[in-house]
């Protein structure tokens, strides 16, 4: 949100803020009524707005209870994604830089973030919230379960966290490119756009929860990288928090490829539907196999979520038990096939 604190120089009773946002309205107001609201509240200081830069100026006591309360403003609006007259007048009257908004944070451990405009971005279900507990113990997480049952977005979430507490310097994002029915060869435009509708489910989720100019520049910057999951090859991901999404549709040998890509204070979380895989009929899911493989190597832990929680519209859930229904009475037919036969 801000430059390091270096970024507030004092000459001769002055202070400068460089303001690392695209539009200060979002700080400021869109017709700068907070930035009138902060001149109220320090009477005795000259405050001039300019583009991205904020001055202060007047005594040196003074200026220094100012730019502790504006960075814990800036900071406020780091975290929850907006700031109100009523958070700032919260803030200035604390003796902590801690807001009631904070400590309801710390005293609701469900509560991953605050997204876009405020929006509270929490784990909603049983599952999630083991999801959320897991994380705090383990380096790597598999969450495996039917569409619309939040893994995908919980991770994506869990990923933005660290990144805003410093936990991580970076979020890697990646999804296999298989064709689900559809050829890749076929589509119009160059490779990032053929690519980018596969990966398109990880934008949505990143713009509910960072702003578009701050999740822009994160992209242009690396720090948040989405890419095909053949781009992970030859790499080692240090600092980082990777995702692998939609991991049904890697091989065993390309699931391989990206759990061996964990470097230094690196976090890694798996996600992937078992009854959704678009693999050609000769290939074998490497979730799957997977699931045999590292279920008992320490700092490892599977999350497995079923229909229960689901979070899309409720017709979701009754659909995926149709599908399970379907599934398992085929397999019946099979079974009384196989019985008649062997007659």
Known sequence: MRKENNNATEQHGEKLFSLDVRHPADIFGLKEERFRLLKKLFPKLRLVLRGNELKAQGDEEELAFF?????????????????????????????????????MEAENPTILLHGRSGMVIKARTPNQVRMVESSRS???????????????????ALAVKALKNKEVKRIILTRPAVEAGE?????????KDKLDPYLQPLYDALRDMIPPARLDAYIEDKTIEIAPLAFMRGRTLDNAFAILDEAQNA???????????????????????VTQIDLPRNQTSGLITTTRI??????????????????????????????????????????????????
């Open 183 to 191: 050829n890749l060869g076929f589509l119009p435009g160059d490779l």
């Open 251 to 273: 091989t065993q040998s390309q699931l391989k490829m990206f759990l061996t890509r964990m470097g230094k204070s690196a976090r890694f979380i798996i996600t992937g539907d």
């Open 67 to 103: 730019e502790e309360k504006f960075n814990s403003i800036l900071e406020h609006f780091d975290r929850f994604n907006k700031i109100t007259d009523e958070a700032i007048l919260e803030i200035i009257a604390s003796s902590r830089s801690q807001t009631l908004s904070s400590i």
């Open 138 to 156: 383990h380096d790597m997480i598999f969450a495996i379960g039917p569409a619309g049952t939040g893994k995908t977005y919980t991770a994506v």
């Open 294 to 343: 590292l279920n008992n190597i320490k700092g490892i832990d599977f999350i497995f979520l079923n229909e229960s929680d689901v979070v899309r519209h409720p017709l979701v859930t009754k659909i995926i038990t149709a599908y399970e229904g379907e599934t398992e009475s085929g397999k019946n037919e099979k079974r009384q096939v196989k019985s008649d036969d062997s007659k």
